[in-house]
T-cell receptor, first 113, second 112 residues
Framework: NAGVTQTPKFRVLKTGQSMTLLCAQD?????MYWYRQDPGMGLRLIHY???????AKGEVPDGYNVSRLKKQNFLLGLESAAPSQTSVYFC????????????FGPGTRLTVL | LAKTTQPISMDSYEGQEVNITCSHN???????ITWYQQFPSQGPRFIIQ???TKVTNEVASLFIPADRKSSTLSLPRVSLSDTAVYYC?????????????FGQGTELSVKP
């Protein structure tokens, strides 16, 4: 039982490049989330999904897209990376509601030059 | 969403009990109080959740007074490994579209 895993762990991009972050969970959770965390700040919700095939916007969705084609996977895409997207990205999942216990992945540290 | 206020930082020594208080003056009737812990370079980890009075688990206790305008996370006999950031969150437990709002949290430093 791996819990929530994220790929990759680190990535450096140049401005304008694109990339996809992959999140996978093996707990059969319905809800999945993408957060970003900037230095000295709490986490901010980017997008979330309440089930396979669904996505919704969080607090800071601009510049990101997501897809949930399979229940266990939640992908976060950056179409044209900007330096302001330099951050640590965390994926999380919960069984049925956002206020259920959320299980977080180890994070992806992204730097955009 | 109810806004929360908690101390930016706290210091403690090994073996002491640590109490972190969170203010949430405009908490709504359906709101629950949830605490997460985050170690450096890791994702947050759920600690405890409660609605009123007292909740206890193997890690911590959560005290909520009758007016629910504040809550206190109590960590018994802390060790160096309890050094982390602790987040207090408040929101409607049964709202399917509810979003967790993480503030700056309280950075707890436990010293030998």
């Amino acid at each position: 039982n791996a819990g929530v895993t994220q790929t990759p762990k680190f990535r450096v991009l140049k401005t304008g490049q694109s990339m996809t972050l992959l999140c996978a969970q093996d707990m059969n959770h319905e809800y999945m989330y993408w957060y970003r965390q900037d230095p000295g700040m709490g986490l901010r919700l980017i997008h979330y999904s309440v089930g396979e095939g669904t996505t919704a916007k969080g607090e800071v969705p601009d510049g990101y897209n997501v897809s949930r084609l399979k229940k266990q996977n939640f992908l976060l895409g950056l179409e044209s990376a900007a330096p302001s997207q330099t951050s640590v990205y965390f994926c999380a999942s919960s069984y049925s509601l956002p206020w259920d216990e959320q299980f977080f992945g180890p994070g992806t540290r992204l730097t955009v030059l | 969403l109810a806004k929360t206020t908690q101390p930016i930082s706290m210091d403690s020594y090994e073996g002491q009990e640590v109490n972190i208080t969170c203010s949430h003056n405009n908490i709504a009737t359906n709101d629950y109080i949830t605490w997460y812990q985050q170690f450096p370079s890791q994702g947050p980890r759920f600690i405890i959740q409660g609605y009123k009075t007292k909740v206890t688990n193997e890690v911590a206790s959560l005290f909520i007074p009758a007016d629910r305008k504040s809550s206190t996370l109590s960590l018994p006999r802390v060790s160096l490994s309890d050094t982390a950031v602790y987040y207090c969150l408040v929101g409607d437990r049964y709202n399917q579209g509810g979003k967790l709002i993480f503030g700056q949290g309280t950075e707890l430093s436990v010293k030998p």
